[in-house]
């Protein structure tokens, strides 16, 4: 029953539960050298592992969303090493793109298409994305995406969230995420590695956002 319930997740559930404030659980904090504390919080979401990170800086929120919104720029600040990144629309607010992330072997590499939307909701900023059906929306990118990377493996689930509070004390980063890494990878395996991982997502806008001055 827990498989089909995993099987009937859907993104508007997800989208719903990732915004709501309650269900959230703290599972670990961690210090990051040159950004601070970062608190990381797990909430289950349809059998659907879902998480967040969160910090606060003295950061301006526009040049953070600038930043986040830089999906083909991420190659060359992030600390994974995303091989492939593109947008295949443009719009003000909104648009569509993909990245491959190349895992280390054995580990099968992982992509993801996703529609983002940009804007902001009171002094808030945010930037959400949602998967997409590469196969029935962009079947030439898709075609060419794995001829080029052989062996990748797209998410099962992909949708998230940076948001960008102004307040007395600083801006509150958030990033959340409902992440599901396919393939033959166990959903365990992937959770672990996914809560792990979200303090060094939050410290890297951190760091290129003051690299940039902002």
């Known amino acids: 029953m827990l498989l089909l319930a995993l099987a009937l997740a859907s993104p508007s ?14 599972v670990d904090r961690k210090t990051v050298e040159g950004v601070g504390e970062v608190l990381v919080r797990h909430k289950q979401i349809e059998g659907e592992d879902c998480l967040e990170g969160s910090t606060v800086a003295a950061l301006d929120p526009d040049a953070l969303l600038t930043a986040a919104t830089d999906v083909e720029g991420q190659p060359k600040w992030s600390s994974w090493k995303v091989a492939a990144a593109k947008k295949l629309t443009v719009g003000n607010a909104s648009f569509d793109y993909y990245q491959l992330l ?59 969230d940076w948001t960008f509070s102004p307040g ?18 166990p959903r365990w395996v992937g959770e672990i590695a996914a809560r792990s991982t979200l303090p060094t997502n939050v410290a890297d806008i951190v760091r290129e956002v003051k690299r940039r001055g902002g």
């Open 102 to 160: 190349d895992n280390p072997g054995p580990v099968a590499d992982r992509y993801w298409f996703v529609h983002a939307t940009t804007g902001k909701n009171g002094n808030d900023r945010f930037f959400k994305w949602d998967q997409v059906d590469a196969a029935s929306a962009y079947p030439a990118e898709l075609e060419a995406l794995v001829a080029k990377f052989p062996g990748a493996v797209a998410t099962r689930t992909n949708v998230g």
């Open 13 to 26: 559930s997800l989208r719903a539960g990732l915004e709501s404030p309650s269900g959230w659980t703290e």
């Open 168 to 185: 007395a004390s600083g801006t509150t980063i958030r990033y959340r995420i409902c992440t599901d890494a396919g393939g033959n990878l």
